[in-house]
């Protein structure tokens, strides 16, 4: 098994944390992980991206040109990567922020409703964790219980939040499976 992908969206939605906690998952169940953070000129309201590959085996080169999936929060992630998706790769898209895949794109395109799921879990804030299961949910690297392990070791700082997060990546894991 190997999975290469981008994360891509706004700063501020929580791009970062998704590869972060892909990896987490991945290196606790004894995977191997590349993680690298590329960011614009601003933290928040800025473009970030992250590249992660996740394997089975040692990582080869850190460079990743073709990939097998897209996680686009926003519009202008969806255009600048979807060409970057293998012919049959899957393209994850908050359908709140993207309008639907670009012309020609040979990906399979899932449009996620991260927002609005979020709300209905009382915060947008926890958009970023939907994704993560959503993702999950269709690519089915983890099982339930490693990735939510993943998001307690990562995100167990607050306690407050730990319900919701968990909630979030159930939430998500599902509306990626029936997609």
Known sequence: MENRLIVAGF???GVMMIGQLLCCAAIDCGKEALFLPHYGPEQRGGTANCSVTLSDRAI???????????????????AKFA?????????????????GPPEGCAARYLPIP?????EGLGSGKVANIVMLGAYNGA???FSEE?????VRKKLGKKPQFLGMNE?????????????
């Open 83 to 99: 060409g970057r998706v293998k012919e049959g790769g899957v393209i994850l898209a908050n359908s709140g922020l993207c309008q």
């Open 139 to 141: 690519a089915g690297i």
């Open 167 to 179: 909630a979030a990546v159930r939430r998500g894991m599902a509306l990626g499976a029936i997609s």
């Open 11 to 13: 700063g501020g939605q």
């Open 146 to 150: 490693e990735l939510l392990a993943a």
């Open 60 to 78: 080869g080169s850190p460079t990743v040109r073709r990939i097998d999936v897209l996680i686009a929060m926003n519009q202008p992630s969806l």
């Open 114 to 118: 991260v927002d609005e799921e979020a």
